[in-house]
């Protein structure tokens, strides 16, 4: 069905929830994207929920598309729509698609409860649904009839905030605990108060064995979520052994953690785990606080014309000087992409560890000052015949060509806009330089906002630094008590300090 759709569809939104892995919403309460308005289906307005978990459909997750009720549109509008959950390269993870439904004013809304098993999402395969946290719904929608010849794309993004506190538990004298015997420990704020509380536990087993576990009761009010995460340290410090559990509303009820491994278990490895008979656990504990952006962050239109057409019935469209001068620049980056992929009288190599890429001295001179001065003075590289680019990875030279051929980037994520950016820095290629930058700064994330600051202190890059700083002003105390921030404040202190005078001045 996707095949039928993909190349008919009148209106999409892209809807990107950062810090997904916190959403608090459980018990069938939604999590809802801005309202949108498809111009091109008679200005209806739509907008997507997504429902972490269900109560009938615990471990799934569900997604559905309502049309909202305070529009002047038809009373009935029927369409065909596909959900999707993209990955990092906008592949699609998982589909489903809604064939002719008739969405009604009042009866208004239709979706799918069980796209998703929520433990793929957020666990075993966490590494494709949630690039860096973020969870990427996709709608594609057509009207069954009177389709427009207008494409209408939308991007939308919500923010989840959240704060994460975390702590060493050290149980001294471990191998003299006895069952039901339980050593408490209260984490509490800089006023001293008692935050949430913690105890250890030993309980018979099966088996005999005493089985560990923790109970955890929480005090913060209004607090309606929160992911408590323990790991067992060994000797050198490392962590290992996760458990993880999510606690949800009732914040006076006793939870308890299994942490499943014994205390026999422990004792026969206390070379690795009991120094001085002490069992050391790294424990975090993440709280969402609350929603800090939702909106809708751009909008693209494209005119399309059908496929087929009878001669005698098409109108020649009157074009204007520059849609033919977007059209001639176009087939120019086609010509010169395809130059740069087949390597055509190339004349030079750019060399990398791994691999070697053919490209033409005469662009590489226009692209950029550094190449340019280069090649043209220093008359060795030409003689050879390459270059060495050592510093830089092949994939990152790759998009780097890609760009200085067709004045285009395409699938950027955070790390790889990272490392073209050093690139673009490094080679004066100021116009991919601001392209990533402007990727970087429409990703800024609590996580890795600590990490643009320094990417643009280290190359006095004055006006990304600026966006950078105003948006960790704006979010001063939940970055300020992040592990990031903490550890920028080892690397450089005086960035850190900087920062926070203009917070300060704020």
């Known amino acids: 069905m996707t095949d039928e759709i993909s190349n ?11 810090n997904y892995h916190c959403c608090w919403q459980k018990n069938e309460e939604g999590l809802h994207s801005s309202i949108f308005t498809a111009t091109s289906m008679e200005n209806t307005k739509w907008s997507l929920s997504l429902y972490p978990s269900d109560n009938d459909k615990e471990n799934y997750i569900g997604i559905y598309l309502w049309r909202e009720d305070i529009e002047k549109g038809p ?11 993209l990955g990092s390269d906008d592949s699609v993870l998982e589909e489903r698609y809604v064939a002719k439904h008739a969405f009604e004013k009042e009866n208004n809304s239709w979706g799918l409860p069980d796209i998703v098993e929520r433990t793929r999402v957020l666990q075993s395969e966490k590494d494709r649904f949630l690039p860096l946290n973020t969870l990427t719904v996709r709608c594609r929608m057509r009207r069954c009839e009177n389709k427009s010849q207008e494409r209408v794309q939308m991007y939308a993004k919500t923010v989840i905030d959240f704060e994460k506190m975390s702590f060493i538990w050290a149980i001294d004298k471990f191998s003299c605990l006895k069952n039901d015997q339980k050593v408490p420990f209260e984490m509490k704020s800089t006023l001293k108060e008692v935050l949430m509380s913690f105890g250890l536990l030993l309980r018979e087993g099966q088996h005999s064995d005493d089985l560990i576990f923790i109970d955890i009761q929480c005090f913060i009010k209004n607090c309606k979520y929160f992911l408590f995460k323990v790991f067992l340290m060994d000797n050198t410090g490392k962590k290992t052994q996760r458990r993880q559990r999510e606690f949800c509303y009732n914040t006076r009820q006793k939870n308890m953690l299994n942490l499943r491994f014994t205390k026999t278990e422990l004792l026969e490895k206390k070379s690795l785990y009991l120094k001085d008979d002490t069992l050391s656990l790294h424990c975090e504990c993440i709280f969402p606080t609350g929603i800090s952006f939702q909106g ?20 020649v469209p009157k074009v204007s000087i520059s849609e033919k001068q977007s059209d001639d620049a176009s087939s120019l980056k086609e010509d010169f992409k395809a130059l740069y992929t087949e390597g055509t009288l190339s004349d030079i190599m750019l060399s990398t560890e791994t691999k070697t890429f053919p490209s033409h001295s005469a662009v590489l001179c226009a692209r950029s000052p550094v190449f340019k001065a280069t090649l043209t003075n220093d008359m060795k590289e030409m003689i050879k015949g390459s270059v060495d680019i050592m510093d830089l990875d092949a994939d990152t030279v790759r998009r780097m060509l890609s760009y200085m051929y067709t004045d285009s980037v395409e699938d950027l994520q955070w790390e790889s806009a990272l490392r073209l950016y050093e690139a673009a820095n490094k080679y004066e290629i100021l116009s991919l330089r601001e392209k990533c930058s402007d990727f970087l700064e429409n990703s800024l994330s609590l996580t890795n906002a600590c990490d643009a600051l320094l990417l643009a202190d280290r190359h006095h890059d004055h006006d990304f630094k600026m966006i950078v700083q105003t948006y960790i002003i704006d979010r001063d105390k939940c970055v300020f008590s992040s592990e990031e921030w903490k550890m920028l404040m080892i690397k450089n202190s005086e960035l850190a300090a900087e920062t926070m005078h203009k917070v300060w001045q704020k």
Do not use: G
């Open 8 to 18: 008919e569809y009148e209106f999409i939104i892209l809807w990107k929830i950062e």
């Open 75 to 85: 009373e009935i509008i029927t369409i065909d729509y596909i959900l999707e959950i």
């Open 296 to 315: 809708i962050i751009s909008k693209k239109i494209e005119l399309t014309l059908p496929q087929t057409e009878s001669i005698y019935m098409r109108s």
